[in-house]
């Protein structure tokens, strides 16, 4: 049968009995054991399979105790307090060097991370925290006789969470650097990891651009040997380390200063004598140091005179990383991890294992007080009844070490800071005198006083029974590490080089900021430091993590009964399972139980007027737990064993989990409720207009089917009223001509006697005159006024209308011939027919002159510039210009004259100068006399009144002799309008009668003219 798993429930309880049953689980490969919620956890040295991803699932929201122990429990239920109680949290994991704290830190925080929630952000810190493990155990982890990878400095890992329980961020503190392992480490150890790592896992451009050797048995810092580890493969671990939030100029900058420290270690110096034969001493190597220079920027000289005039020392510090910057505001859970150096007994302990030590102490302190000391108090101060339980105090040890009047650390300080000669005796001395009488102080001096002979403890020594053991410390170098002060010259040195990274670690280097206040000791340092942390670890709710060391040659799998032994009673588990068996597992205060419970019963649910006692009291009746089971203190509840606990808490989440669904059901009711009423109002309204939207549509319809129906309907009667008016109306028309045809047949009756006697003749003639005219229409000549055809009458007793009808034709042709006249062919054609009246049948040259057109203008004044006085004369007066003969009176020559014929002169002009000779008024013109041949004489008869008559009448030839006198007849009867005024005589011959044409002379005398 498996061996308990919680040593609470141990029966017999007896140390053999524990011891057996840590073995037998160990055995069987359960590293982890319970306390209550202590988890002892015994290293295995070497890789068990429990640690899966499905591991993890096992134990996420697991019962505590319904599962096989497992780190990974008590990580789950410190993260689910964390989250769902809010109480800040702290995983303390103690135990000695090698007992296996990291590896269960990194278990804790690896198991924390799988478990909360996944996303960009939160992935970014949780890699973030996971992964500054390699670079913080390269760099503070090295290699001991007790541990391969021993912590050389205290880590205390803050992750803060948001409420839901999903990391913002990290703070990560570390604790004194084991720094003195730099220059000097014990054989068989090692240096830190990082100096391995780099130059088994640089690439050659790197270890050439940090001028580094691969080989580490060229550094002295590294014992000039080649220590690789069995199972640690420094140049992968160099290669897969993933330097965190540094950018790569950081990374180069970090590593430069690890390559300088490294070559640092190869500065020698060497012994010389200076010129005043005063001992000096002088650089061995100056081409390391060259180099260091180059690698810092630093002048070799300055180097050289800072190094050769003092000594190096390490400087101590405490570092803090923010991994991300927090966010003001936010609520914020933290859970602290505290993974701190174990406690380590060497062959030769000095400074730093005294440091160690004491850290170590004091987590034994917070242990005993918070789960032996602190808890049997409460009980008492709670009234419960209780047997107390012995066990051993480590305060006086703590305040051995730590009192700050009469302490170890404050004597150290004291020494270090006291004038005059200083130095480890004189601090011994004064140890040995303050606890010469003290339990836990041995030292040879002491021993002495006791007559006690003790071989093992050197005169150099002194002694501290620690809680875990008795460590004997070599006082030398003490005051040097406490004091861990730096030169000035050599830190001014050092922030004289141009790298930023190393003037940053030295900035009490800088000249303008010179402090003559001495720093802080490194005791001192650490004890303030140890002071804090303490502070912060007793406000979190502590959960435990106990590592032993199941063998001392790190051996997989090997128990060694008395060594675990040993560690079970300065552990001080006994006890711790006494306290625990007697004890209760959980204790809180009345009101903050009542506030998370009181949804348990119907009577505290959901108000509780009373006492937070009393409520609590009434709650765990109505739950009915066994009443051993429970202890009502003062002020809290006490519930004794966890399950109790986990039932209590299994039933809130039953209860949260329905009231849960109650509020969703109300809420989901409330939700769809008013969803539905919504629902309803809009499918009311939408219902509405649709309903309105479709009775209008109908009656839209309805309306356009009444008009199509009223307009068929109006259609039919309106056809049907005038069908009827149509027929009425056919018959009024029937009736009419009926009656007509009627009366007509009466008339013709009565009147038929009448009509016979002539009718026949009658419709002949009408239908011979229908005839003849039809024809006639049909057969019209044409209507050319030259043409006088005309048919002629088929009938006789048509001539005369034929007749008339010809001469009615032929004046309508005329007068159709005359419409269409221009004004001046009606005015030529009047003057022909002027010329006709005077001439027709009169004289012979009016036959010929018939064929001439009347042109009135033969001379073309217009156009020849020389007639324009002629032209100016006639004016627009002009009838007619043509060139005559005139007839000499006296001799009977002829002379050609231009003749202007005017409205109302007529002007005879010499045609060469076309100049008037002589102007003529028409008035005084009596009678023109022509001949009846075809000549062209012509004589002008004037009045005898007139100024012209005095030299006689004007015989002249002129070529258009019609023209000319039809046109001075004319103008003289239309200016004058006197029918008469003029005579035109057409002479005979002179045979034939008196009337010779006479031409009368100058003073009246006449002349007879012959014409042949
Ligand atoms: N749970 C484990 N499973 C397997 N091996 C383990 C486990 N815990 C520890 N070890 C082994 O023990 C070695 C030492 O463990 P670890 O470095 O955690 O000790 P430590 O308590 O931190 O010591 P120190 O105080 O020196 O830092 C580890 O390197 C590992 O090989
Ligand atoms: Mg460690």
Not at 309 to 320: D, G, H, I, W, Y
Request: glycine share 6%.
């Amino acid at each position: 049968m498996l061996p308990v798993g919680d040593l609470v429930l141990l029966d017999p309880l007896t140390e053999e009995s524990l011891l057996q049953t840590l073995q037998e689980r160990f055995r069987r490969s359960n590293i982890y054991t319970y306390i209550g919620n202590v988890v002892i956890s015994v290293n295995p040295y070497r890789s068990l399979p429990i640690y899966t991803p499905e591991t993890v699932q096992e134990y996420r929201n697991c019962n505590f105790f319904a599962v096989k122990p497992h780190i990974y429990a008590i990580a789950d239920d410190a993260y689910r307090s964390l989250r769902d109680r809010d109480r800040d949290q702290c995983i303390l994991i103690t135990g000695e060097s090698g007992a296996g704290k990291t590896e269960a830190s990194k278990l804790v925080m690896s198991y924390v991370a799988a478990v909360c929630s996944k996303g960009e952000e939160v992935d970014k810190v949780k890699e973030q925290l996971l992964q500054s493990n390699p670079v913080l155990e390269a760099f503070g982890n090295a290699k001991t006789i007790r541990n391969d990878n021993s912590s050389r400095f205290g880590k205390y890992m803050d992750v803060e969470f948001d409420f839901k329980g999903e990391p913002l961020g990290g703070v990560i503190s570390n604790y004194l650097l084991e720094k003195s392992r730099i220059v000097r480490h014990v054989k068989g150890e090692r240096n830190f990891h990082i100096f391995y790592q780099l130059l088994a896992g640089g690439s050659a451009q790197l270890l050439q651009q940090l001028k580094l050797r691969q080989d580490c048995r060229h550094y002295g810092y590294l014992n000039r040997e080649s220590s690789g580890l069995p199972g640690m493969d420094d140049a992968a671990n160099f290669r897969a380390m993933q330097v965190i939030g540094f950018s790569p100029a950081e990374v180069t900058a970090l590593l430069e200063v690890t390559a300088v420290v490294l070559k640092l270690g190869n500065v020698q110096l060497s012994s010389s004598y200076q010129a005043s034969g005063m001992e000096a001493s002088s650089i061995a190597e100056p081409q390391e140091l060259q180099e260091i220079c180059e690698l810092i920027g630093l002048d070799p000289a300055v180097l050289e005179r800072a190094l050769c005039s003092r000594t190096v020392k390490a400087r101590n510090e405490m570092v803090l990383t923010t991994l991300s910057v927090p966010q003001p505001g936010k609520q914020r859970k933290v859970m602290g991890v505290l993974d701190i150096y174990g406690f380590e007994i060497f062959q030769d302990n000095g400074f730093e294992q005294f440091i160690i030590n004491y850290c170590n102490e004091k987590l034994q302190q917070i242990f005993i007080l918070m789960t032996l000391k602190e808890e049997q108090e409460e009980y008492v101060r709670e009234g419960i009844q209780w047997t107390p339980v012995e066990f051993f105090d480590n305060s006086i040890i703590c305040n051995l070490i730590e009192n700050s009047k009469c302490g170890i650390l404050a004597m150290l300080d004291e020494e270090c800071l006291r004038p005059g000669v200083v130095n480890e005796d004189t601090f011994l001395t004064k140890l040995n005198q303050l606890f010469a009488t003290h339990k836990h102080y041995e030292s040879k001096e002491t021993q002495n006083a006791r007559r006690v002979m003790d071989a093992t403890l050197p005169s150099q020594c002194f002694r501290i029974h620690h809680y875990a053991g008795k460590v004997t410390y070599n006082v030398t170098g003490f005051i040097e590490k406490n004091n861990d002060l730096l030169f000035r010259d050599l830190s001014q040195a050092m922030w004289a080089s141009r790298h930023e990274l190393l003037r940053s670690l030295f900035p009490e280097g800088d000249p303008q900021k010179v402090s003559l206040k001495l720093p802080p000791t490194a005791g001192f340092q650490f004890k303030a430091s140890v002071a804090t942390l303490m502070k912060n670890l007793y406000s979190k709710n502590p959960n435990y993590i106990r590592c032993i060391k199941p063998n001392e040659t790190k051996t997989g799998m090997l128990f060694t009964p008395e060594l675990v032994l040993a560690q079970i009673r300065y552990l001080g588990l006994m006890e711790n399972v006494r306290v625990r068996r007697a004890g209760y597992a959980f204790r809180q205060l009345y009101d903050s139980f009542l506030q998370r419970y009181k949804m348990l019963s119907p009577r505290t649910w959901p108000h509780w007027t009373g006492s937070h006692r009393e409520g609590t009291k009434v709650l765990l009746e109505d739950l009915a737990f066994p009443p051993e089971e429970l202890a009502f203190g003062h002020t809290k509840i006490f519930i004794r064993s966890p399950r109790t606990l986990f039932d209590l808490e299994r039933r809130r989440q039953e209860r949260v989990a329905e009231l849960a669904t109650l509020i969703q059901k109300t809420f989901r009711g409330w939700r769809c409720r008013t969803q539905y009423q919504l629902m309803r109002k809009s499918q009311i309204i939408i219902s509405a207009w649709f309903r309105g939207h479709m009775q209008k549509n109908r009656y839209k319809q309805m309306k356009r089917s009444a008009l199509i129906i009223q307009a068929y309907a109006r259609g039919w009667k309106s056809r049907r009223l005038l069908r009827e008016l149509k027929s009425q109306c056919h018959r009024h028309a029937a009736a009419t001509t009926i009656a007509a045809y009627w009366r007509g047949y009466q008339v013709r009756r009565a009147y038929r006697r009448y009509f016979r006697s002539g009718a026949s003749t009658r419709l002949a003639n009408f239908i011979y005159q229908r005839l003849f005219l039809v024809g006639l229409a049909r057969n019209l000549p044409p209507l050319s006024v030259m043409d006088r055809t005309w048919p002629p009458a088929p009938y006789k007793f048509l001539a005369d209308a034929n007749q008339e009808l010809r001469s009615i034709f032929y004046r309508w042709k005329c007068k159709k011939y005359r419409e269409q006249l221009t004004p001046q062919r009606r005015a030529l054609l009047q003057t022909k027919l002027h010329a006709s009246e005077l001439f027709k049948d009169k004289k012979a040259l009016y036959s010929k002159s018939l064929q001439q057109p009347f042109q009135g203008e033969y001379l073309g004044l217009t156009q020849n510039p020389k007639y324009q006085k002629l032209h100016a004369v006639a004016k627009d007066k002009l009838v007619m210009a043509d060139t005559v003969r005139k007839v000499n009176k006296a001799n009977g020559k002829m002379v050609p004259r231009l003749l202007l014929l005017t409205t109302e002169h007529l002007v005879l002009a010499d045609p060469k100068a076309a100049q008037p000779k002589m102007v003529l008024s028409l008035g005084d013109i009596s009678s023109i006399s022509v001949t009846r041949f075809s000549d062209g004489f012509l004589a002008l008869h004037l009045k005898e009144t007139s100024t012209g008559g005095a030299k006689g009448d004007f015989l002249l030839i002129s070529d258009h002799l019609i023209e000319l006198v039809t046109r001075l007849h004319k103008t003289l009867m239309d200016t004058t309008a006197q029918k008469g005024a003029m005579t035109i005589t057409v002479v005979e011959s002179a045979k034939a009668g008196t009337n010779i044409p006479v031409c009368k002379k100058k003073g009246s005398h006449k002349m007879e003219i012959l014409v042949q």
